[in-house]
């Protein structure tokens, strides 16, 4: 992740893709209540995803694993190959290893549970916000060790 990143302006501006029209909405409902966020646009599938991160710019990607077009996981290859790419976190509601491997190999930046959308989300954003308040030399808290939001389930 790039310095300008962590350096930017306190508002984290979002994109949210999944083919849920369900979960796109409940997502950007719950981000609504969180003044640090905005959602800036929302795409159906990998193609238009990849056109929203090419006009909208935005800091931050929650998509999908499993999108029409172009999977999930092509997508966050294909967002993070970018030139200064935002972060990305994929969201699936089956969170196995094997995915959790996959989107890390993609290159996300987190991996979260839908059913856990919210807990884990925040524990991300929290993160984000900690990383960024650092790298303005402002006085943090601690940082949790454990990584919440990579909760896996087991393959079977």
């Known amino acids: 992740m790039g310095a300008a990143r ?8 979002t994109l949210l893709v999944d083919e849920s029209d ?27 995803a990849l056109a929203a991160v090419e006009t909208l710019r935005p800091d931050l990607v929650i998509l999908d694993g499993v999108l029409p077009g172009i ?45 856990e ?9 929290d993160e984000l916000i900690a990383r960024r308040a650092r790298a303005r030399g402002a006085a943090t808290t601690p940082e949790t060790p454990a990584r919440r939001g990579w909760r896996t389930e087991p393959d079977l």
């Open 6 to 13: 962590l350096t930017a302006p306190a508002v984290i501006r």
């Open 22 to 48: 369900d979960f796109l909405a409940g997502a950007a409902l719950w981000m609504v209540e969180r003044r640090e966020m905005l959602v800036v646009g929302r795409a159906r599938t990998g193609p238009e």
């Open 71 to 115: 999977d999930g996981f092509r997508v966050a290859r294909l967002i993070k190959a970018r030139p200064d790419p935002p972060l990305v976190v994929i969201a699936t509601f089956v969170p196995s290893a094997a995915a959790r491997v996959e989107a890390l190999a993609a290159g996300a930046d987190g991996f979260i549970a839908k059913d």
């Open 117 to 125: 959308f919210a807990e884990s989300l925040e524990y991300f954003l």
